[in-house]
């Protein structure tokens, strides 16, 4: 049993505005939606199928209301920022089985103009009370715990980081809708303010209002549409934890949610010639890059070095659009983003002086939570229609 | 060195009230699991090591060492934006767990992985304390 080959990625639809006071974020989410079913060329009606992370009211329970879906599959599935491209695995295994023919996944948030309200009803989790008392501020800080052993560990410097931050930022020059636009050296990156060492403020990604949707069809839904769509060919997920204490931050859930993806594909690392690699923060991506086998543990520094994530000619461009260090990361969360880019690139859409050239298979890879205490990881192959 | 850093009230539940109560008697205790005898962190009246709900607390050395830590310049907790730079770390207990923490009583800078670190605590002043590390 496998999700290779039976379902279809047939629109996808990024919010285009970085910064949104004015409308709220189901409002994004139905306006996300409406995009990525006209890029289909679907309409709400065939929508029986509905994936969204649990941010907003009781899982997809309100978002189905405000949408006014009529299904017979829901999973409102959250892992952080990773929760999409799990959706995407759900909903092709949903639709393996017979469970929807038309599955729409959606997200939005507003970090930018409007944070979420903390709930003082509920009790805090278990681990936040422990968690919770040493001043970690956001993220940053607990990446860059991740960052200081992986550098005692295997010499990664930061400048090895920064080349991350630099390509993406040559990638977002060329994307109009990108929060930052302008191309940054390594030493812009290692000058720019120390958040949290070793972490600059231009290792760090965007904070942006915004959100997403991607149509995942059945192959007969596929075939009738006008649109070129995008094949699943494997998945792969998991949780990586504290383990009781016995935590070790040097690596990331991508060591099993990869190997499972390209096992269910049928390909290897080097079959691939786009990666969306999640990146809230330069040191992500050395260590997804690590466990996702492009490289030896412990060598994503050296192997970042001379352009190789780079478009269109580096040994594995990533991230076209900018992606979170540059254009956008919607609800804190930068799933979404990496599925459409992806997409984008496999349909030949991609900003042009970044298109990878014959790009037939790509990869998407989402963190989510911390790689620092819990983390949600998933990774997803996709290939040309005709894969 | 002075600490200044803030002391934030802990949120008590079933499940740690005992180790917060003893942390006010500058005690360190940990979850031990009485089947796998697995040190267990945070503490949980179960193992995930092994899936028993039998254990016990059991009283820590308070002794470790830094397995990885960073120095916050930019800080938007309360109590603590003003405190910067700190150093938030994980130390290894000698009894094997890594715990979130603060290293204190030394300069930022001079904070190293592998440094021997003890126990230190810092009163709340509602019946629990924060267990911080400072070099030995």
Not at chain 1, 50 to 70: A, E, P, Q, R
């Amino acid at each position: 049993m496998s999700i290779r080959g039976k379902a279809f990625i047939a629109g996808v639809y990024e919010h285009p505005l970085r910064e949104i006071p004015d409308r709220s974020s189901s409002q994004i989410q139905a306006e996300c939606a409406a995009g990525a079913l006209a890029d289909a060329g679907l309409s709400f009606a065939d929508v029986d199928g509905y994936f969204t992370d649990s941010k907003y009211g009781i899982g997809g329970v309100s978002m189905t209301d405000y949408l006014g879906l009529k299904l017979t599959h829901i999973d409102s599935t959250d892992t952080g920022g990773s929760s999409y491209v799990v959706h995407v695995g759900h909903a092709a295994e949903a639709i393996a089985c017979g469970k929807c023919t038309v599955a729409l996944i959606t997200m939005a948030g507003r970090p930018r103009t409007a944070a979420l309200r903390a709930d003082p009803t509920t009790e805090p989790v278990p681990d936040s009370v422990f968690e919770g008392l040493w001043g970690l501020s956001g993220p940053a800080t607990a990446y860059a715990l991740a960052a200081t052993r992986h550098m005692y560990q295997y010499g990664t410097t930061s400048a090895q980081l920064a080349e991350v931050k630099v390509a993406a930022s040559l990638h977002a020059q060329y994307n109009p809708n990108a929060f930052l636009r302008q191309p940054v050296t390594v030493e812009e990156v290692l000058e720019s303010p120390m958040v949290s060492t070793p972490l600059h403020r231009l290792d760090c990604c965007v904070v942006t209002d915004g959100g997403g949707a991607v149509v995942v069809v059945s192959p007969e839904v596929a075939r009738s549409l006008d649109r070129t769509s995008v094949k699943v060919l494997g998945h792969g997920e998991t949780i990586k934890h504290a383990d009781a204490g016995r935590i070790d931050v040097t690596y990331t859930g991508a060591v099993i949610s990869g190997p499972r993806a390209f096992e269910e594909a049928g390909i290897g690392p080097a079959d691939i010639k786009y990666a969306s690699i999640y990146d809230s923060f330069t040191i992500t991506v050395i260590e997804s890059l690590e466990d996702l086998g492009f490289c030896e543990k412990g060598k994503g520094g050296e192997f970042v070095l001379d352009g190789a994530l780079v478009a269109p000619h580096g040994r594995l461009p990533f991230n076209t659009d900018g992606g979170g260090l540059c254009n956008n990361h919607p609800s804190n969360r930068g799933g979404m983003t990496k599925i459409i880019e992806a997409v984008r690139q496999l349909r030949g859409e991609a900003n042009k002086e970044v298109q990878v050239p014959n790009c037939d298979l790509a990869l998407a890879h989402g963190t989510g939570g911390s790689i620092a205490t819990r983390m949600g990881s998933s990774t997803l192959i996709l290939g040309q229609e005709n894969a | 060195m002075r600490n200044q850093l803030p002391n934030p009230v802990p949120y008590q539940s079933p499940d740690n009230r005992e180790f917060w109560t003893a942390t006010a008697e500058s005690r360190l205790l940990l979850r031990r699991c009485d089947d796998c005898s697995a040190f267990i962190w945070y503490p949980r009246p179960f193992c995930p090591i092994c899936g028993s709900l039998r254990t016990s607390w059991a009283q820590a050395s308070g002794l470790g060492s830094v397995y990885t830590f960073t120095v916050v310049h930019r800080s938007t907790v309360p109590g603590y934006r003003d405190a910067v730079p700190y150093v938030v770390a994980y130390v290894e207990l000698d009894e094997g767990p890594r715990v979130l923490t603060n290293i204190i009583g030394v300069a930022p800078e001079d904070v190293r992985i592998g440094m021997p670190v003890s126990v230190e605590f810092t009163d709340t002043g509602e019946g629990s304390a924060l267990y911080r590390f400072t070099p030995r």
